[in-house]
């Protein structure tokens, strides 16, 4: 049961934007790029590296407030492959952040029933970093409330690659036929296998772009770009983001109002058009 208290005083601006929200057509799944850090650093004449500190205070304040909303699953972009080409500074400090992160927030997650899930390519980071991730990913693995993803050394074309390997292995040792290779098929071999593709695609500090993330998943994803910086991201963003997203009309390539009976459909239903 979703306690809008929790989430925002009564009276105050967030919670006239939570009010307005219909709590029973929530997303299932909702995912981030977190962007801006560096420039909000920049506007304070600041390191950059104190953007991504910041952005902590952001990571802690979305898992909350998902995990209030009761959404099934959150997933934040962390780090991408292409990540590694910032100064080395800058990426000793971001998995610095994340392993504090996990060593603080292993005891809220599991008071809160929050399973850990990584996607991304796990053996290209630190063995230090691994075994931080490990233990937050084996303590909550009992956990039945939201899932909470983080990409990590994540980018969807690696992630596409990998499939198709695995389904190209499995086609090799005769496990699979290469005629079953359907949709199903390739998302089983996602690293987000088992969960919802997301509803909601937030993107922070105003660029329109993809950046690599979860090209699969976000085929029908309603996307909300906000121009709020990434430190500067708190739950008032993101009802607001929620409440664009019930603004919207899901076609999913179809069309709202059903045809008469009478006029046969020109194409077979499972063949989508944009
Ligand atoms: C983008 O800002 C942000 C990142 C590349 C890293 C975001 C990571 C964190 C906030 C830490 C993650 C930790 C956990 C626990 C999930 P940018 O540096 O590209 O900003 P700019 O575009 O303004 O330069």
Not at 147 to 167: C, K, P, Q
Not at 187 to 216: H, Q, V
Not at 241 to 262: S, T
Request: hydrophobic share 45%; charged share 25%; glycine share 6%.
């Amino acid at each position: 049961m979703i306690d809008k208290d929790l989430l925002a005083a009564p009276g105050t601006p967030e919670r006239s934007i939570l009010d307005g929200l219909d709590l029973a057509r929530l997303p299932r799944h909702v995912a981030v790029i977190m962007d801006g850090n560096g420039r909000w650093a920049q506007q304070r004449r600041l390191p950059r590296v104190e953007g991504h500190r910041s952005g902590i205070h952001s990571v802690r304040a979305t898992v909350e407030t998902a995990a209030r909303l009761e959404l099934e699953a959150l997933t934040l972009y962390a780090f991408s492959t292409e990540n590694w080409k910032r100064p080395r500074l800058e990426v000793a400090t971001l998995m610095a952040l994340l392993k504090e992160w996990l060593a603080r927030e292993l005891q809220t997650l599991l008071a809160n029933d929050i399973r850990l899930r990584v996607v991304g390519r796990l053996d290209g980071l630190e063995p230090s970093v691994v075994r931080e991730l490990q233990k937050g990913l084996d303590a909550t693995a009992r956990c039945r409330g939201m899932v909470f993803n983080i990409a990590l050394n994540y980018s969807g074309r690696a992630e596409l690659t990998d499939a198709m390997r695995a389904l190209a292995e499995d086609v090799a040792s005769g496990k699979l036929s290469p005629a079953a290779i359907d949709e199903a098929a390739v998302a089983r071999k996602l690293y987000t296998a088992g969960l919802p593709d997301p509803d909601l695609l937030i993107r922070t500090s105003g660029e329109m772009r993809i950046s690599n993330f979860l090209l699969w998943q976000i085929a029908y994803s309603e996307i909300h770009v906000t121009p709020v910086l990434w430190p500067d991201f708190r739950a008032r963003h993101f009802f607001e983001a929620i409440a664009d997203f019930q603004k919207r009309e899901r076609r999913y390539g179809g069309v709202l109002e059903p045809e008469p009976a009478e006029a046969p459909a020109l194409a077979p239903p499972a063949a989508a058009s944009r």
